[in-house]
């Protein structure tokens, strides 16, 4: 089979399936925590704001924006990895709720969200083009779409075209 036929959203789950157990593990350093810690509170989300998390992985930057969010916020996350989820679900973070979707069709109401957060999975979107168009949907008029990632586009792309696998290909664009 072509690589680009391997490609796509169950090669994908599959990748993040395989890496769930141990995610938190490889990422969980003090100064990942405070590198996650920092880009949210830069954000300026709002106390009370519904936050949708795209890509949530496993759960990391859940705590983080509930902590920006304050007692009456709420985080709705998704991702396509159902391991990464269970993941997620150990953390037991009040006021989050996690399921499983592809970016590029939620089963969620129009208008729901004051902001959607993508950190550190926009270069893993195959269709970035659905995935922005079914954002703006959820979002409210005025919502704030944020793309975050810790390294800069060119490192980033650079790390990616070193793997191999499903993730190879996952660029930044410009």
Request: net charge neutral; charged share 25%.
């Amino acid at each position: 089979m072509a690589h680009s036929e391997t490609r796509g959203p169950q090669s994908k789950r599959r990748f993040f399936d395989c890496h769930a157990e141990g995610w938190d593990r490889e990422n969980s350093a003090e100064s990942e925590r405070c590198k996650i810690e920092s880009l949210v509170r830069e954000m300026g989300l709002r106390r009370g704001w519904r936050v949708l998390e795209v890509g949530c992985g496993s759960g990391q930057v859940s705590a983080a924006l509930l902590g920006v969010l304050g007692p009456a916020g709420q985080v709705t996350a998704f991702d396509i990895s159902g391991a990464m989820l269970v993941q997620a679900r150990t953390k037991q973070l009040e006021r989050a709720f996690y399921f499983q979707a592809e970016a590029a069709v939620l089963p969620l109401a129009g208008a729901r969200f004051e902001a959607a957060v993508l950190f550190r999975v926009f270069p893993h979107l195959d269709d970035k083009s659905a995935c922005l168009a079914e954002l703006r949907r959820v979002l409210r008029p005025g919502g704030w779409l944020i793309l975050a990632h810790p390294a800069g586009r060119e490192q980033l792309n650079v790390c990616h075209a070193a793997m191999s696998g499903e993730v190879a290909l996952d660029m930044l664009p410009e």
